[in-house]
Structure formats: structure tokens, C-alpha cells
């Protein structure tokens, strides 16, 4: 079964507390050497069937409409096969 | 006139801002997202709250709900629209107003009685007011920072519709105090602080919300 991951993150430009947050936390549980922080979503979309161009197409449509939101988020499209995920795990 | 006022699921302030319709003169309707039907009013107040649970983001997915179409579209033939809070983020994500609002550069919810300058009264949302006014009003976000690339906020600032601006102190980081703004039509106004709110005595902290509520009579009758 094809999988596709959408992967969105806080634009460079935006502030993003909630990665400061987490930068802020390191140190405190004894993790050093951490400069930055950013925290983003992962979305996990599967598929039945075949990975077509217009399939990968609706859904760099689903991430501008729905899944990020363009003003202060960018995004990727990645494909990732369930096979290779399990051989991983 | 006939205000409608959104109910989403996980809206907090729906009658709060029926209140305040009333209290400015105004029949206030009741309308539900799941509705394509804006029941013939002449105004829509979005109110706030934490509509979907703020999944995914604040907004993002009550602005594909039925009634936000019929909203949008109205918006577009130039009805007024208030969106208070929540209904700020939701018109962000609805493009029926530039910019976004994030997660307070603090990290802690605010709440506090927050003053403002109103800059811009050409609205029908703040034609009762003096130009310049400054006034205090309810404020309570967790995520009212109010951002936009700089060409947008230049845009604002010089097209006059930066609507409200925060006094005193910036309370979620917001750019250039930003605490509301409208459309280049200026029947679409977005608003962080929560003049539903301030407008009776008896639940504190002062009237001075009551405006946003009385200039839709006065706008009418300009």
C-alpha cells in the first residue's frame, strides 16, 4: 500500500514558541548542543491503488488548501512504500 | 437590523455576541456551520472560541464548513462580517482577510483588559466611534499573534486598515500591535480582543466594546 507523507513546517521567517518551548526543555533534562528548535506535522495519507501524477497532484492541492496554510507554512510531498517503513521498524 | 451570529461546534462566546447584538439594537439569529442557509440576515458576527477543537489549526477546518461558504460569498457581495477571536483566525484562513494569527510569542494564554486605539471608523463595525478613540476591552487568546510578510503589512498600514492596535503593551507579539484589521472593502473586520465582552456594567471591566455592536445602526443610516 503506497503511502504518501506530507510533512509541514512554521515558514523560516515565523516564530515558532512552540519549538522554543521545546529548545527551552532540553537543557533542563540534560540534553546539550542544541541550537534551534522547530516544530512542524507530519501527515500520513494512505492509498489504494496505484501512486499516479495526478494522485500526488491532488495532494500537494490538499496540502495548499487544507493540510498547511501558505501564509506561515511550507510544505513537502514525499512517498514512502509500507514495505520499506516495515523493514525499518 | 438581523445579525447572525455562528455557532460552531466548540464556539464559547455565540451568546455572548447574541447579547451584545441586542444590546446595540440589533435582532441577533442564530446560525449553525452545518447550515448552507444564512436565514436572511443583513451581518454575520463569527464569535470566539476554540471551533473543531482548533484542530489542525485555529480556523482551518471551520472555514470549509457549509455555513462559511455562504459567509464568504456574502463577504464578497460586501455584507458586513465581524470576526471576534476565533472568527479573526477563521476569516485569516478564509483569505477574506491577509496574514495569520500564531501561538502567542510568550507561550501563555493572556487575559486581561487590554487597551486599544481605533484607527480606522470607516467600517460599519466602528463608525460610532471617535477617530483615534482609545478604549478598553476584553482580550483572551492563547494564539493572537497576528502576522503577515512585510509588503502585507505595509499594504495595511498605508490602505488605512489596520483597524485597532494594541496600546500600552503588545499582549500575543502581534506585528505592529495589530489587534484588528479589514478587508480592502472594509466590510470585513477581524478583531483579537473581544468587545462582545465589554458591554454591560454589571460583567465588568466597562462598555466600550457596546460600539462595535451600535455603528452597524449607524452605518445604515449614513
Known amino acids: ?89 | 437590523m438581523k445579525v447572525g451570529v455562528v455557532t460552531f461546534p466548540g464556539s464559547l462566546d455565540d451568546v455572548d455576541a447574541q447579547r451584545a447584538v441586542r444590546l446595540g439594537g440589533h435582532e441577533a439569529v442564530a446560525l449553525w456551520h452545518g447550515d448552507h442557509d444564512l436565514r436572511g440576515v443583513d451581518a454575520v458576527v463569527l464569535p470566539g472560541g476554540f471551533s473543531y477543537g482548533d484542530y489542525l489549526r485555529c480556523g482551518a477546518i471551520s472555514r470549509f464548513s457549509p455555513v462559511m461558504a455562504e459567509v464568504i460569498e456574502a463577504a464578497q457581495r460586501g455584507m458586513p462580517v465581524l470576526g471576534i477571536c476565533n472568527g479573526f483566525q477563521i476569516l485569516c484562513e478564509s483569505h477574506l482577510l491577509p496574514g495569520a494569527l500564531i501561538r502567542n510569542d510568550h507561550r501563555k494564554f493572556v487575559c486581561r483588559d487590554q487597551r486599544l486605539r481605533i484607527e480606522n471608523v470607516a467600517t460599519p463595525w466602528t463608525s460610532s466611534y471617535e477617530p483615534g478613540a482609545e478604549v478598553t476591552i476584553v482580550l483572551k487568546n492563547g494564539e493572537g499573534g497576528f502576522v503577515a510578510d512585510a509588503d502585507t503589512l505595509d499594504r495595511l498600514e498605508g490602505e488605512g486598515r489596520v483597524v485597532a492596535r494594541y496600546l500600552d503593551v503588545n499582549p500575543n507579539g502581534s506585528a505592529r500591535d495589530i489587534a484588528g484589521i479589514t478587508n480592502e472593502r472594509g466590510n470585513v473586520v477581524g478583531l483579537m480582543p473581544h468587545p462582545e465582552h465589554s458591554v454591560e456594567d454589571l460583567t465588568g471591566s466597562g462598555t466600550d466594546g457596546l460600539g462595535f455592536f451600535t455603528s452597524l445602526a449607524a452605518a445604515v443610516l449614513s
Open chain 1, 1 to 89: 500500500m503506497p503511502r504518501v507523507v506530507v510533512d509541514v513546517m512554521p515558514k523560516p521567517e515565523i516564530l515558532d514558541p512552540q519549538g522554543k518551548a521545546v529548545l527551552g526543555a532540553l537543557p533542563r533534562l540534560g540534553f546539550s548542543g542544541v541550537t534551534d528548535v522547530r516544530q512542524g506535522k507530519r501527515f500520513e495519507l494512505e492509498f489504494d491503488g496505484e501512486l499516479t501524477d495526478e494522485v500526488l497532484a491532488e495532494v500537494r492541492q490538499m496540502a495548499e488548501t487544507l493540510l498547511s496554510n501558505p501564509v506561515i507554512e511550507d510544505f513537502t510531498v514525499s512517498v514512502e512504500t509500507v514495505a520499506a517503513v516495515e523493514a525499518v521498524e
